[in-house]
């Protein structure tokens, strides 16, 4: 089991930054894979970054050079540095997990999610 528990979010402008921040209940350092999500109202959810237990990363078209995951395994967090915002980045950021484990194979979980709104 893991709890995931977002932090960071809010009203930032457009060109402004935020740090979005995830604590994991337990050790992140044999979790699969970490990530964020966002869902924007009416549309679905989408990966908008990733990053493995060897911190390989992957990144949305729509984010690549503007935002950055990262993680630290000694706090159990997982961060999105999300610089030069736009209007279109509004949606409920989730944070994912995902564990694989011989008994329950892959397991995927989700934290509550947390508002970013990008306006003038």
């Known amino acids: 089991q893991v709890q995931l528990v977002e932090s960071g979010g809010g009203l930032v402008q457009p060109g402004g930054s935020l740090r979005l921040s995830c604590a994991a209940s337990?050790?992140?350092?044999?979790?699969?894979?970490m990530g964020w999500y966002r869902q924007a109202p009416g549309k679905p959810r989408e990966l908008v970054a990733g990053?493995?237990?060897?911190?390989?990363?992957n990144y949305a078209d729509s984010v690549k050079g503007r935002f950055t995951i990262s993680r630290d395994d000694a706090k159990n967090t997982v961060y999105l540095q999300m610089n030069s915002l736009k209007p279109e980045d509004t949606a409920v950021y989730y944070c994912?997990?995902?564990?694989?484990?011989?008994?329950?194979?892959?397991?995927?979980?989700w934290g509550q999610g947390t508002q970013v709104t990008v306006s003038s």
């Open positions: 337990r050790s992140i350092f044999s979790i699969y894979a």
């Open positions: 994912h997990a995902e564990t694989i484990t011989p008994v329950l194979g892959s397991t995927h979980y």
């Open positions: 990053i493995s237990s060897g911190s390989s990363t």
